[in-house]
C-alpha cells in the first residue's frame, strides 16, 4: 500500500507528481529543485544557494514522512554543469556528513525546469 506524502514547507509539485511517495518502510521522494515554497519562485543565487534551497526543501518533504535527512539511504543529483561539482558539494556535505551519508549518484543534464541549476531526489528509510 502507497501513502501520499505532502507538506506546504516544501514547492507544490509543477505536475501530475506527489511531493513523496511512502510504500512499506521506504520513502521515495520527487526530485526537488530550487523553488522557495514561501514565494514560489526560484532562490536567487548561483548553484550554493539553489543547494541550500534544494535541500532544505528535501528536509522538509522527508520530515512530513516521520523521517530526517539522517534516514536517506540514497540520493540522485542531476546538476546543469559538472562544473559546479565542488561547489554543490561542499553544500552537500553540510547536510550529509561523511559518517552518516547516503550513497549518491550524480549525473549533468541539458537542462532542468525553471532553469534550474540542481535537482535532488532520494529514498530513505522509515
Not at 511531493?19 to 529543485?33: E, F, H, N, P, R
Request: negative net charge; hydrophobic residues 45%.
Amino acid at each position: 500500500m502507497k501513502q501520499i506524502i505532502q507538506t506546504e514547507k516544501a514547492p507544490a509539485p509543477i505536475g501530475p507528481y506527489s511531493q513523496a511517495v511512502k510504500t512499506g518502510d521506504l520513502l521515495y521522494t520527487s526530485g526537488q529543485i530550487p523553488i522557495d515554497p514561501a514565494t514560489g519562485s526560484k532562490v536567487e543565487g548561483g548553484i550554493k544557494e539553489q543547494t541550500v534551497q534544494v535541500l532544505d526543501n528535501l528536509k522538509e518533504v522527508v520530515a512530513a514522512a516521520g523521517v530526517t535527512l539522517d534516514d536517506v539511504i540514497k540520493t540522485t543529483v542531476f546538476l546543469q554543469d559538472m562544473g559546479d561539482f565542488a561547489a554543490f558539494n561542499a553544500v552537500y556535505a553540510e547536510y550529509f556528513g561523511e559518517e552518516n551519508a547516503p550513497a549518491r549518484s550524480t549525473v549533468q543534464v541539458a537542462a532542468l525546469p525553471i532553469g534550474a541549476l540542481v535537482e535532488i531526489e532520494c529514498v530513505a528509510k522509515v
